[in-house]
């Protein structure tokens, strides 16, 4: 295992662990490490003092380095605050960005019905109305009771630069 200190073009410095230094060329070259600040790609191996193992005794071997990553201390917030997050390759960005075309598209060419979605998709599903395309919010309970009930739904993607 090899520690890098890098820097994106941001100036934002971080720190990867890595099987090897091809590990690190292959990912990097391949746009997968990302900087956990701003989510650019374009990084580099920044200035790093060389850890050396020296001893005191001639010709005594160094012992070996400690390769397990250092631990990291527990964040205050409590773990129900917490959001997944994860690096995104050039592939993943481009299936993100068909995720937001998907949902412009159904929001543009739908009718927001709000809070009322449970009752009005159960009216459409049972005739009581014309069928339309329609969005609006549901409960997670109010979903599960329209996907028992054999109405199609599905939940309208929500990427991570609509919450900030």
């Known amino acids: ?62 012992p070996p380095p400690d390769v397990s990553p250092p631990e990291v201390p527990a964040l205050e917030a409590p773990a129900e605050n917490k959001t997944p997050v994860a690096m995104v390759s050039p592939q993943e960005r481009e299936f993100r960005a068909k995720l937001k075309e998907l949902r412009d598209h159904l929001t543009k060419n739908a009718d927001n019905v709000g809070g009322k979605f449970p009752e009005e998709a159960r009216k459409m599903h049972y005739g009581e109305i014309e069928h339309r395309s329609i969005y609006g919010e549901a409960s997670p309970q109010e979903a599960k009771d329209l996907l028992e009930e054999g109405v199609e739904l599905h939940p309208l993607p929500v990427l991570p630069d609509e919450r900030n």
């Open 1 to 62: 295992m090899i520690r890098y200190s890098l820097i994106c073009e941001r100036k934002h410095d971080f720190e990867i662990w890595f099987k090897n230094s091809a590990d690190y060329d292959k990912q990097n070259k391949r746009g997968l490490v990302a900087c956990p600040a701003c989510g650019s790609a374009k990084v580099e191996k920044a200035i790093m003092a060389p850890s050396l193992g020296r001893s005191s005794r001639k010709g005594a071997s160094a």
